[in-house]
């Protein structure tokens, strides 16, 4: 099953990424962008676009993609000092690559709230 996204591509070899594991349900590489010190990217095999998209078969396939962030948290050496997981969806979201993807990020001590300076909208 493709989405015909860069991310389809790099689960397919057809563009290189440096990977940094691999099942065959899930792959992980580093961000072309980093945003931290670490900075990798846990995909599904499977394409699934948006986090909208996540059907409830899917349950195991998402737990899994975090037991992969847990394991290499723990082969990384950070998991004990700590991490952040991110999944962004859709645009306000910030989403950008419409493949589902966790963003594993860690080498810093990350700040809370990420949005501090944004103009919030009215919803719910
Ligand atoms: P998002 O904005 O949550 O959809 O995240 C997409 C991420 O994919 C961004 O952090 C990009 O830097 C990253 N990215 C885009 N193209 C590539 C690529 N070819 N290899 C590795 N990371 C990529």
């Avoid at 691999?22 to 931290?36: G, R, T, V, Y």
């Avoid at 195991?60 to 990384?76: F, S, T």
């Avoid at 004990?80 to 001590?109: F, P, W």
């Amino acid at each position: 099953m493709s989405g015909g996204t860069i991310f389809d591509k790099i689960i397919a070899k057809e563009i290189p990424a440096d990977i940094v594991y691999e099942d065959e349900l899930s792959l992980a590489f580093k961000d072309i962008n980093p945003q931290a010190p670490v900075h990798v990217l846990i995909i599904p095999k499977k394409h699934i676009a948006t986090i909208n998209d996540i059907e409830e078969s899917d349950r195991e396939l998402i737990g899994h993609l975090y037991v992969v962030a847990a394991r290499l948290a723990q082969q990384y050496g950070f998991a004990k000092d700590g991490y952040r997981v991110v999944m962004n969806c859709n645009e306000d979201g910030g989403q950008s690559v419409y493949h589902i993807h966790l963003h594993l990020l860690a080498g810093v001590t990350m700040g809370w709230p990420p949005f501090a300076n944004n103009k919030p909208k009215q919803v719910g």
